[in-house]
């Protein structure tokens, strides 16, 4: 039996929401709360931002044409763009990958001939070395061939002793699956086994020990006679994890901190204001308060800062005279922040966990033309991807906050 429907007939209702939002699992979104606060004219409309273009991910314009950002860094530095390959950006230029914006602190890699294993500073056991057999990450052909001659076949770098930790990184692949071991060999060795592919892929392996002066690829017998593997992007730096490749030839090449400023545009806030975006974090150092964001006010700043040493996210608010602030702490790599600012409150909300600290006094909470972000404050850098920076001259309520979130 066919049954068709007409525009006469009544059709049945489902009740999405009671109150406009969407509810629970199940219920037909008859439990939720409501999105009726929601002003999505102004959460979608650029005018109404404080900035003239209302993510960070349409900015992408180099500096010196008509981008709404000031990039700086005085040096080149790499990047995996969004179809994975290594890309090199010039002097001055933002670098934008699959996460958004790469942010980064400074670092040095100083392991030498980072792409030339066949080099004699590349100490090598029972493996004999081809130069520029593969096409590398980068596309070019660069990559290095290894092939294992005996039982205990590796190559390795001695460096060093770095100060605090160290991190080691390389890109590997094989024309078949295999094992292979990463060392960092000192008072204490570490070592990591992995599993190669016939994809390239970046692996890294740390260690606090500073007395670690040996950098090993292979070993433990994971290169076995006549095994083939091949390597490219030797990397050996102070850091809590790899940061972007820097290729070095004869000596060790330091990579220069990011800096990204934004201008106001004549757009003055006085009482309110919202920030809101997604980092994934890779500080670079465990110690420190790596800034997100810091913004001058008439007496002192408003802040929003990462502590690496436990994954907390701060927001303080300081007139001068003395500091407010509020911690929320995270487990994931990646956090969606929300910086809001009204009449009497400031407050912190990560991934929709949220936290309130009083404001100290009330002034005009803009002062200077360009608001840093990332790398404001000497050393207190942040490593880390930014995306869909949004910046509201208005304070998110709940309900707004709930809908920009994914």
Not at 204 to 225: P, Q, R
Not at 342 to 354: A, M, Y
């Amino acid at each position: 039996m066919t049954t068709t429907a007409t525009a006469e007939d009544n059709a049945p209702k489902v009740l999405i929401s009671q109150s406009g939002r969407k509810g629970d699992p199940g219920t037909d979104g008859t439990n939720g709360d409501g999105f009726n606060q929601v002003r999505k004219s102004l959460l979608d409309n650029p005018l109404c931002h404080l900035f003239k273009t209302n993510k960070l991910v349409d900015t992408s314009a180099p500096t010196g044409t008509d981008s709404d950002i000031t990039f700086t860094r005085a040096s080149t530095a790499t990047y995996v763009d969004r179809y994975g390959i290594v890309k090199t950006a010039a002097v001055d230029t933002i670098r934008e990958e699959k996460d958004g914006f790469l942010i980064e602190e400074a670092s040095t890699n100083v392991a030498t001939y980072s792409e030339q294993f066949d080099n004699s500073v590349w100490g090598k056991n029972t493996v004999t070395v081809t130069a520029n057999n593969v096409v590398a990450p980068d596309g070019t052909m660069t990559a290095d061939k290894l092939v294992g001659t005996g039982a205990d076949s590796y190559i390795f770098q001695s460096f060093a002793a770095i100060s605090i930790l160290s991190t080691a990184s390389i890109w590997l692949r094989a024309d078949t699956s295999k094992s292979c071991a990463l060392l960092l060999l000192g008072g204490v060795t570490q070592v990591k086994f992995i599993s190669l592919t016939t994809e390239w892929q970046r692996f890294e392996i740390n260690s606090t020990d500073v007395s670690n002066n040996n950098f090993i690829i292979g070993g433990y017998n994971t290169i076995a006679l006549n095994e083939t593997i091949y390597a490219w992007g030797a990397q050996i730096e102070q850091s809590l994890a790899a940061t972007s490749y820097i290729p070095t030839v004869a000596t060790p090449v330091t990579r220069i901190a990011d800096r990204a400023l934004l201008p106001v545009l004549n757009n003055v806030v006085t009482k309110e204001l919202s920030i809101f975006g997604i980092i994934s974090n890779a500080s670079a150092t465990t110690t420190g308060n790596k800034f997100i964001f810091r913004m001058p006010v008439v007496a002192g700043y408003l802040a929003l800062f990462h502590r690496p040493s436990n994954n907390g996210f701060n927001v303080r608010y300081d007139d001068g005279s003395a500091a407010v602030g509020r911690t929320i702490y995270s487990t994931e790599n990646t956090a969606y922040f929300a910086l809001t600012v009204d009449e009497s409150n400031v407050k912190l909300n990560i991934n929709g966990t949220e936290a309130t600290a009083t404001k100290l006094s009330d002034p005009s909470l803009l002062l200077a033309n360009n608001v840093p972000f990332f790398g404001s404050t000497g050393a207190a850098l942040l490593s880390g991807n930014i995306k869909d920076l949004r910046i509201y001259d208005f304070a998110l309520n709940a309900n707004e906050i709930e809908y920009l979130l994914p």
